[in-house]
């Protein structure tokens, strides 16, 4: 569906996705902080498609809005009218043991918590495979993870020692743990528990 966008993804480029004040939908498409491609509308799914028949085409000018739709045309347009954002590159080479390329799609998402923005990753074969993702029903069956666990743990993704902590909450295969300290976000394959901690453990 969005050849384009994932050609550009190859090709080195950044695609990002925001509200704007007025909230109107933005995807730009960028290569070195400069901007190669450019989409917006109220609704997200057409932006992406504007974005997608702007790269690499420097002569295509669609639409511009001053005010995007209040209204959410799909889950992945909640996320962004809520004040999401997302930002998607192109990884090569092994992936986490997968031996697969593919496009990493990370959902900012406010932790109201600690007023920072934390991300939620996403992995397909390309954009759409990652951005269809978000749109999956939860699941929160797992036989690995279970929400209440006090575990000792690492998060492989960035080498991150979590240390202890509890483990609240199961989005698919994302798995929040919060500490003393600080709050990770991480995809299961990214989380090593070390040692499981009986209910109660100081």
Do not use: W
Not at 166 to 182: A, F, G, R
Request: aromatic fraction near 8%.
């Amino acid at each position: 569906m969005y050849e384009n966008l994932d050609r550009a993804l190859q090709d080195g480029c950044v695609v990002r996705a925001f509200r704007s004040g007025g909230g109107v939908r933005v995807v730009r498409v960028e290569r070195d902080e400069n901007l190669v491609g450019y989409g917006e509308h109220p609704h997200i799914e057409e932006a992406l498609e504007l974005a997608n028949r702007s790269y690499p085409d420097p002569n295509f000018e669609g639409d511009y809005y001053f005010t995007g739709s209040p209204q959410a045309s799909s889950k992945l347009d909640a996320h962004l009218l809520r004040g999401r954002k997302f930002r998607a590159v192109y990884l090569r080479g092994d992936f986490q043991g997968q031996g697969s390329h593919g496009v990493m799609l990370r959902l900012s998402c406010l932790d109201l918590r600690t007023c920072k923005y934390v991300d939620y990753p996403f992995f397909g074969e390309t954009l759409e495979q990652s951005l269809k993702q978000i749109e999956e029903p939860l699941n929160t069956n797992n036989d690995k993870f279970h929400e209440g666990d006090l575990v000792r743990a690492k998060c492989l993704c960035g080498c991150k020692t979590i240390g202890e902590g509890q483990i609240v909450s199961i989005y698919k295969k994302l798995i929040t743990v919060h500490t003393e300290s600080h709050t990770i976000i991480t995809e299961e394959p990214f989380l090593e528990i070390i040692q499981r901690l009986p209910i109660g453990a100081e």
